[in-house]
């Protein structure tokens, strides 16, 4: 019994020596990192959430219409601008741009929530735009922090991972608003509060856990990923269904608190699944004779290196690379598809020109849907509580394209050698269907048009940074991704402002005319009718149609590209490893 004893003692001294070690193991771990990233991407969307706090900012500031569209100018200025970050984090250590981008959100959305509460003199609008700017370009440097180093980690999954960080992003705002809902009820000014110190802290809680890492191929990569998707498969449909039944149904402070549980034992749920596989790895590591795991390679690559040194061939091809004078040398000298472009000599490719024409009318066209689609609702007579669902959909709807493109065009590469680029061809053109249903539309067919929009809005991104990460290499992909998106406000700008808003202003002004009346007689120009819209979105949709024309050139372009291995040069890599 005293034997039994000592060794059940010994053993749990044993557990408990190796509980520090396995610890360490698992924050330090690949996994751990995926996890902390889905939590930074779930903070990254507080630009989703402006119209639920604009009208405090306009209410307790006494600003007009024009005002508040012009901070709201400054917010998607901010949010799409992502170059500086994408430069920074060419030079610096992930941790420094994650605290750029803490300290960034919180300075930003702080002064708003001081100013707003009257804590401090009423600021000038252009302090309120320099605030709202430096906030929404945080998130910038969240993306070029969580996903940037995520896409490097696991790039022979980085379709997949792309969907599922941007899929988070996409549940930010509902995410938020049950939380703001639960913590201080429905008080808009506390949201504005919220937003500014959780998303600091997030990146300032898990700065040190998200880094590069090692080149390593698990052969259930795909699986855990799957795993990763059903969970966040579930949080959209609890997030959808609660708010459909918070719309019809009051809910107490109670009741908000059991939502906001429940959301975040789902965003906590991916920890369990990155434990299990460094659990699996631990053990791999103690087990002689076993593949080397992540932590058993990270000396092998010095001697590889150090093998490659002693070849004089190798020696003199390396002299050579140090020879080159600078990125400026050979701008029109490309290299492969696939291979590492500098920043010039993919900025100045046809390859990038023809992404850059496609998102500026897809994202464009989708944004622009997006912004009008209360005004839509309103139109076409629909009741107030309607218009807010369709939002809703719109928004949860995003997620699931964003996941879907990522998976299923991963999956149509591996399997069948399906271009990415045909992907976003067919996305495109989905698009046009909902642009349609707005521009003649039918009973009810807002909601289906709201879907579709919604839909092909959120596929577009993941398939734009996955694209750009294939053709262009992932060396400079930092800057080369943010600059990939610049389309995107300058797309909204130029149909939203100048196609959409001026040809719904023009309809207005029509029916006021038929009235009798002149525009200095109301106080805000409102058409109602399905007349508004059918022009603006015929436009939309026959720029969207022509967007997925540009796309199918570089489909044709790289159809050669996709039919190898684009993956091989990363499994190669492992293998050595």
């Known amino acids: 019994m005293a034997k039994m004893s000592s060794s059940k003692a010994s053993n749990g001294s044993r557990k408990n020596s190796e509980l520090l070690p396995f610890a360490v193991h698992v924050v330090r771990g690949r996994w751990f990192s995926v996890f902390a990233s889905f939590l930074i991407m779930a903070g990254a969307g507080a630009t989703y959430l402006f119209g639920v706090y604009s009208k405090q900012i306009k209410s307790s500031l006494g600003y007009d219409q024009t005002t508040l569209n012009l901070l709201g100018f400054f917010k998607d200025l901010g949010a799409n601008v992502g170059v500086l970050s994408g430069l920074i984090g060419e030079v610096t250590p992930t941790w420094f741009v994650l605290l750029i981008g803490s300290a960034m959100n919180f300075a930003g959305y702080f002064m708003i929530w001081l100013a707003v509460t009257a804590k401090i003199p009423k600021p000038k609008v252009w302090h309120m735009c320099l605030y709202i700017c430096i906030g929404a370009n945080s998130q910038n440097f969240a993306n070029t922090g969580a996903l940037v180093t995520c896409v490097k980690n696991?790039?022979?999954?980085?379709?997949?991972?792309?969907?599922?960080?941007?899929?988070?992003?996409?549940?930010?705002?509902?995410?938020?608003?049950?939380?703001?809902?639960?913590?201080?009820?429905?008080?808009?000014?506390?949201?504005?509060?919220?937003?500014?110190?959780?998303?600091?802290?997030?990146?300032?809680?898990?700065?040190?856990?998200?880094?590069?890492?090692?080149?390593?191929?698990?052969?259930?990569?795909?699986?855990?990923?799957?795993?990763?998707?059903?969970?966040?498969?579930?949080?959209?449909?609890?997030?959808m269904a609660m708010i459909v039944v918070q719309k019809q149904v009051s809910f107490s402070q109670a009741a908000y608190a059991g939502s906001v549980t429940v959301v975040c034992v789902f965003l906590f749920v991916p920890l369990g699944i990155a434990i299990r596989e460094e659990l699996l790895l631990w053990n791999l590591k103690k087990q002689p004779g076993d593949p080397p795991t992540e932590l058993t390679i990270e000396k092998v690559p010095q001697t590889i290196e150090a093998k490659e040194d002693a070849s004089p061939s190798n020696s003199s091809k390396e002299q050579k690379q140090d020879t080159k004078i600078s990125c400026f040398a050979d701008i029109f000298n490309k290299p492969e598809r696939g291979e590492d472009y500098t920043i010039l000599q993919a900025l100045l490719s046809i390859d990038m020109l023809i992404l850059f024409i496609a998102t500026l009318c897809g994202l464009g066209s989708s944004l622009t849907a997006v912004d009008n689609l209360g005004q839509i609702g309103e139109s076409l007579g629909y009741p107030t509580k309607t218009i807010s669902s369709f939002v809703s959909l719109v928004s949860i709807w995003n997620y699931f394209g964003r996941v879907f493109s990522g998976?299923?065009?991963?999956?149509?590469?591996?399997?069948?050698?399906?271009?990415?680029?045909?992907?976003?061809?067919l996305v495109l053109l989905l698009s046009c269907v909902g642009h349609l249903l707005i521009a003649f539309p039918a009973p009810g067919s807002v909601y289906v048009a709201s879907v579709i929009i919604g839909f092909s809005f959120g596929a577009q991104l993941p398939l734009l940074f996955a694209i750009i990460s294939e053709i262009f290499g992932l060396k400079y992909y930092s800057t080369l991704f943010n600059c990939g998106q610049l389309a995107s406000p300058l797309g909204s700008y130029i149909l939203n402002v100048k196609v959409t808003g001026m040809l719904y202003d023009r309809e207005a002004l029509k029916e006021l005319a038929k009235k009798g009346m002149a525009r200095s007689s109301v106080k805000e120009l409102i058409c109602l009718g399905s007349q508004c819209y059918r022009l603006a979105f015929t436009i939309l949709a026959s720029i969207t149609f022509f967007g997925a024309l540009v796309s199918l050139v570089l489909v044709i372009r790289t159809r050669e590209f996709y039919k190898g291995d684009i993956y091989k040069k990363f499994t190669e890599e492992a293998e050595d490893a």
């Open 154 to 239: 696991f790039p022979a999954s980085r379709g997949v991972m792309l969907g599922l960080l941007k899929g988070f992003t996409g549940l930010s705002g509902a995410i938020f608003t049950q939380i703001y809902l639960a913590v201080y009820g429905n008080n808009s000014k506390s949201m504005i509060l919220l937003i500014a110190w959780l998303p600091a802290a997030l990146s300032v809680v898990f700065v040190y856990t998200i880094r590069p890492m090692k080149l390593v191929r698990q052969p259930n990569e795909l699986r855990v990923f799957y795993h990763f998707l059903y969970v966040s498969i579930a949080l959209a449909l609890f997030l």
């Open 407 to 425: 998976f299923v065009s991963e999956s149509l590469l591996v399997k069948w050698k399906v271009p990415r680029p045909l992907m976003m061809t």
